[in-house]
């Protein structure tokens, strides 16, 4: 018997030998050189135009150029024929040279930015392997790092014995999270749909990101059935005022279902007071969703977790790593309390990918409880960052980013022509105004600030011609547009910080 099984095993070997070398035999190795030449000069490239550039103050932030410009400037065309490689690296090179950097110190205009060499070299391996995270079979080892992330985070929030998933971005993380929520409520309308439901009605701050209304439309509950909650002066939402729309909403028939709460806005940066929050979704049996996609680091400091008070008592959680804690975009997750609601939500018989004879638990077929088919397996990114950086590496990063925006709050606090738009600020947004010369001595009044905010756009535009430093710009309801300044990459020093308010007063210097 076993040496019939050793004879068994020689012959196969022999025959998987034979497919190799048939294998071999029908390419040619010159072209396999000239392919692995190609991929070395690209991640050598790479590194010279992103990772040493990002580690460069003196290279701009960007080249900036119209579309026009670009398009003239790159043989955009696709042709019947290829091109040679060195031809397409060229090409590629150009495309560097009309990008952002966003791993630059000096590139402040969005809530991801940095670039982690733990998190580029884990992207690359994952798309070396160029697989999918719907089936054990074709990912093993990602799918086991996928739930031992996931696991991890889960820990975070409070949320031990839960469940999550890695999704294509936050605003994707939310939506599932508005269906699972749904489906909890009236499991029949997995099957049967919402046309016999009450009217579904969800709730979220007037300061919550605009895919809890962009969710709510794709979900078939409608854009004007998520009601926006009013806000205080520092942008957290008002929970007196969520109950008093829940309660009207109820006196009309309809059925409140799911609440949107932030820790950490968009804009503002503000954390919702989720003790409160939680007391009125226990006390009219609705969903608590937590939007943490850009404040969720805050979990990983001991200073700073305090801003997520009461998560805990929340029913999901999404989070971005691919913000705070600078993991590649996207990096994207979705936590749940209580397990199996992904499976109940979204399982269906696909006898060509979910079967159940298959050699091992196929519990670990993530793709089962999933709405997606093919998935990228984001986890693996992230694994790589946190075995290498441990818990207290994303502390100490996470400390940084904080302290450095309590500098520069308090650096405009000082500064006789900056004005902060909000007094006190809980995270790393530190939204302000410039009073530029011709505005100074005026009475600081409803008038005034409008007129610091046309300025912000003119200085901006600037500041991107010039290429050396970028930042954002918004309005809110009774604000005018001001400078939305954010924090995200570790790399930032408090010289940064001193360039960007010195260079808005070198671009403003004659207006
Ligand atoms: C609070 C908040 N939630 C969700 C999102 C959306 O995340 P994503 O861009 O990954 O879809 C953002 C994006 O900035 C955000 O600030």
Known sequence: MILNCYFQGIL?????????????????????????????????????????????????????RTPQEIQGRIDLGLHP???????????????????????????FNQLFAGLDSYGFAGSIMLDALNTQGHTYEISPALTVIELEVVKHMLKFVGYEGGEGTFNPGGSYSNMLAMNVARIRNFPDSKVTGVSGLPLLVNFCSEQSHYSAQKNSALLGFGEANCKPVKCDERGKMIPEDLEKSILEAKEKGAAPFFVTATAGTTVLGAFDPFNEIADICERHNIWLHVDGAWGGSALLSEKHKHLCNGVERSDSFAWNPHKLMAAPVQTS???????????????????YLFQDDKPYDTSYDLGRSLVACGRKCDAFKLWVMWKSRGDSGFEK?????????????????????????????????????????????????????????????????RMQISGLVLVGYTSLPNIPTFFRMTIANEQVEKEDLDFLLAEIERNAADL
């Open 12 to 64: 196969r070997s022999q025959q998987i030998r034979q497919v190799i070398k048939c294998g071999r035999m029908a390419s040619s190795k010159a072209s396999h050189a000239e392919e692995d030449k190609f991929l070395k000069d690209v991640f050598d490239l790479s590194m010279r135009q992103t990772v040493q550039k990002s580690r460069d103050r003196c290279t701009p932030v960007l080249n900036f």
């Open 81 to 107: 024929a290829g091109e040679s490689n060195g031809e397409v690296l060229k090409l590629c090179e150009k495309v560097f040279e009309n990008s952002v950097n966003t791993g630059h110190p000096r590139f």
């Open 333 to 351: 997750v979705l936590l749940l309390k209580e397990k199996d609601l992904l499976r109940k939500s979204h399982s269906l018989n696909v006898p």
């Open 397 to 461: 990063q996470i400390d940084k980013a904080l302290d450095n925006a309590k500098y520069l709050t308090e650096a405009v606090k000082n500064h006789p022509h900056f004005r902060l738009v909000i007094p006190e600020l809980e995270f790393t947004n530190v939204p302000f105004w410039y009073v530029p010369p011709s505005l100074r001595g005026e009475t600081e009044n409803e008038e005034f600030f409008t007129k610091l905010g046309k300025i912000v756009p003119i200085v901006k535009k």
